[in-house]
């Protein structure tokens, strides 16, 4: 699944650091992997820098006990994503460490593949609201320069203080910047400059400018991001939830479904079966509830619908259990960053009766969408005997869906 496809398309590697143990946010998970509207923070930022197209491969660095973790993020991934990443490697005791392990991989990569990369691009999984505008600065910075980061100016007094907390002098804040990443460097050089920064001992460099910088390169700066914060205490992933909410746009997707009764001794509705003296004709398992609801999900997305991804004249799809057409439709939303608020439900029969069956089906439903009872509304109704669900001719279900996307 995580085969590096096409090394010659995009030729900017970047190594994205996602080995720290950081706790401080509160929650038992290192930031990276904390989930934020939904998705894994690891997630939001590859997704933010595979948007660049000339970025690539991308050589993730992790800590050997989050390997599961780091899968569960690379399923979340469209196909293209995946491809344009290289397998994981272990981090480091420190992030200037990791970096290098990183590195090396890359080096093991290109000599394999006799191939050289010119340049590389560092960034921290934590800052998962890089820009389109900053990585193209970045990009631009690391075919230009051997050693350019991302800076903004302070805005706060900046003040040195003593162990007892007493003020011993304060800094001279024009000369001053805040740091960011992605940090573009020459890859040779930079490589190089890891390798002696970790033969002579040193291990605690807090960014690669300075590994850079002790090598004795000349840095340049280029225009950072305010907006480009670094996750790390439990109040950024507050602020962040909240802006990302802000910037989510609610869509609203309608599905309906009819399946004719035929012989037959169960009927399937929103996942469960259910005796009847009838059956549905189906080229699956005929449930009108999950199959308007597949719909609806897809419908919110602009993203086809059931029969274009599961087409009846697909054989393996012959009495397919419906669930996983829900599940797929879910797994769409989070992919493309999106999250399901709400669905309402409209069974439309005059037999069977939904009522013994709906808090099963509830359930089935909630554990589906992801989404608690409270927000998925289930009902059904009769025609008063009037067209073909009236006359007991066959089931029919609409359902509407609610989900936020990004803009
Ligand atoms: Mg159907």
């Known amino acids: 699944m995580m085969t590096y496809e096409n090394p010659s398309r995009a030729s900017l590697p970047l190594v994205l650091v996602a080995a720290g143990r950081g706790h401080r946010a509160g929650e038992g998970l290192p930031k990276q992997y ?9 997630v939001h930022t590859l997704r933010a820098v595979l948007r660049d197209e000339r970025i690539g491969p991308v050589q993730c660095v992790i800590h050997p006990d989050d390997l599961a973790l780091y899968q569960a993020c690379i399923d979340q991934l469209d196909h293209a994503g995946q491809s344009r990443l290289l397998p994981a490697v272990s981090g480091g005791q420190t992030r200037q460490l990791s970096v290098k392990a990183g590195l090396e991989a890359l080096q093991i990569r290109a000599e394999a593949e006799d191939h050289l990369f010119q340049s590389v691009l560092v960034h921290d999984a934590a800052r998962a609201f890089v820009s389109t505008g900053l990585l193209d600065r970045a990009v631009t910075a690391a075919h230009e320069t051997i050693a350019a ?25 024009a000369r001053l910047r805040a740091v960011q990443t992605p940090q573009a460097f020459g890859f040779a050089a930079l ?31 280029f225009a950072g991001d305010p907006h480009n914060i670094k996750l790390t205490l439990e109040e950024d992933f507050r602020m962040a939830e909240a ?14 479904d009819v399946h004719a009764f035929t012989t037959g001794d169960h009927v399937w509705l929103g996942g469960v079966k259910i005796a009847h003296d009838r059956g549905v004709r189906a080229h699956s398992d005929g449930d009108v509830i999950l199959h308007a609801l597949t719909d609806a999900l ?32 879910v797994d769409r939303i989070h992919q493309r960053g999106g999250r399901l608020v709400h669905v309402d439900i409209t069974l439309v029969c005059e037999t069977p009766r939904l ?21 998925i509304g289930l009902k059904a109704t009769t025609s008063e005997k009037m067209g073909f669900t009236g006359r007991g001719e066959g089931l029919a279900a609409q359902a509407i869906a609610t989900v936020l996307l990004p803009d």
């Open 34 to 42: 904390r989930v934020l509207m939904g998705v894994p923070v690891l």
């Open 149 to 173: 980061i991302p800076a903004v100016a302070v805005t706060d007094t900046l003040k040195w203080v003593d162990e007892t907390g007493r003020v011993g002098g304060t800094a001279e804040r």
């Open 191 to 221: 490589l190089d400059a890891h390798r002696q920064a970790a033969a002579s001992g040193q291990a605690d460099l807090t960014d690669d400018a300075a590994v850079m910088e002790q090598a004795g390169y000349v840095v340049s700066i």
């Open 243 to 256: 802006k990302m909410q802000a910037a989510m746009i609610p869509v609203t997707g309608l599905g309906y």
């Open 298 to 329: 897809l419908g919110a997305l602009a993203d086809g619908d059931i029969g274009q991804h599961f087409p009846p004249s697909d054989e393996q799809w012959r009495g397919a259990s419906s669930d996983r057409f829900v599940q797929f439709a």
């Open 355 to 375: 009522g013994p069956h709906r808090t099963e089906i509830l359930g089935v439903l909630s554990r589906l969408c992801g989404l608690p009872t409270t927000k």
